[in-house]
């Protein structure tokens, strides 16, 4: 099946996912060999963030624009989606699934406008796609293996994210992800990995991760595992707990840059899980026009080799 865009598809006037639409706005559910090319989708989520922005509550959830749902051998091609209300585009339960020269678009204001989101799939590959947003440019979900992410400029933008995970009781892990050749400008983090701080006995976990041939440009966290990710308590008894997300065998290759902030390399792991088999080769970070950067680590081990800026602290 293919899908052919030509011109503009504008989301309905008004709150969508406020009725029985169930926050969503273009689906394609259970289709085998699809392609998706060319064209723009416009969300039309101003009004939506406004009504969060005043913070008088009663705001819908909102509509993600794009989702793919079990499905295989899918192609997204050229599309330009701008200002969602949620999540621009959601891949979740799918395999062999490749989205190239995508173009994502929101304000840096925007709440949960994540760009790419990739959840419970396989042999997922984004490449060559250019995304400004107010959330995570990409973000990865449990249950997702196989993903490769290629040539992606972000910013603005919380980064590209691991996580978070542990939030549910029961949650698939995240294995064999390669971000390469990403460029991040002005963005809240650059490469980021993110659990719960709390014991959900999920059994998920994070290994198998390759971050290589990054350029930062003014980015408050260029490398960042926060295994003490606890937004807005809800009663869930973090932060006075550990994370129970193992992370292993997560490597830094040629990482360079400059960092907004004079700690550019953070490594916050649990207690109970420490971080084991992380590796740092040739990382070159300054701050501030040139001035030295430091690395904070908790829990953390694993191997550093080449020129490091900031030194290792592992």
């Not at 707990?241 to 992370?247: A, E, F, G, L, R």
Request: glycine content about 14%; overall charge negative; aromatic content about 4%.
């Amino acid at each position: 099946m293919t899908v052919q865009i030509d011109g503009t598809l504008v989301a309905p006037s008004g709150y969508t996912g406020s009725d029985s639409s169930g926050g969503e706005w273009i689906v394609f559910d259970h289709v085998d060999g699809l392609t998706v090319s060319g064209g723009t989708l416009d969300g039309r989520g101003e009004s939506l963030w406004a009504c969060k922005a005043a913070g008088h509550g009663g705001c819908p959830d909102g509509a993600t624009s794009v989702k793919v749902l079990n499905s295989r051998d899918v192609l997204i091609s050229g599309v330009k989606s701008v200002n969602s209300e949620l999540y621009h585009v959601v891949i979740d339960g799918c395999e062999g699934v490749t989205v190239q020269n995508a173009r994502i678009v929101a304000p840096g204001s925007s709440p949960n406008t994540d760009g790419i989101h990739v959840q419970s799939s396989s042999a997922v590959t984004i490449t060559g796609a250019s995304i400004q947003t107010g959330d995570d440019c990409i973000s990865v979900g449990p249950g997702t293996t196989n993903l490769r992410v290629e040539h992606v400029s972000c910013g603005p933008g919380h980064g590209i994210s691991i996580g978070s995970l542990g939030k549910e009781s029961e949650e698939r892990g995240v294995e064999n992800v390669t971000v390469s050749g990403a460029a991040f400008v002005g963005t809240e983090n650059g490469l980021r990995i993110k659990t719960w701080g709390r014991a959900a006995r999920s059994g998920a976990y994070v290994r198998g991760v390759v971050f290589e041939h990054a350029l930062m440009r003014d980015v408050s966290n260029p490398i960042i595992i926060d295994q003490n990710y606890c937004p807005n308590d809800g009663g869930h008894g973090c932060p006075h707990q550990s994370s129970d997300i193992q992370i292993s065998g997560v490597t830094y290759t040629d990482i360079q840059g400059s960092s907004a902030s004079q700690v550019a390399v953070t490594f916050d792991c649990s207690a109970s899980k420490p971080c084991s088999g992380l590796g740092l080769q040739d990382i070159k970070l300054t701050f501030d026009g040139g001035k030295p950067v430091e690395a904070t680590c908790q829990h953390a081990d694993g191997t550093a080799s080449g020129v490091l800026m900031p030194p290792s602290c592992l």
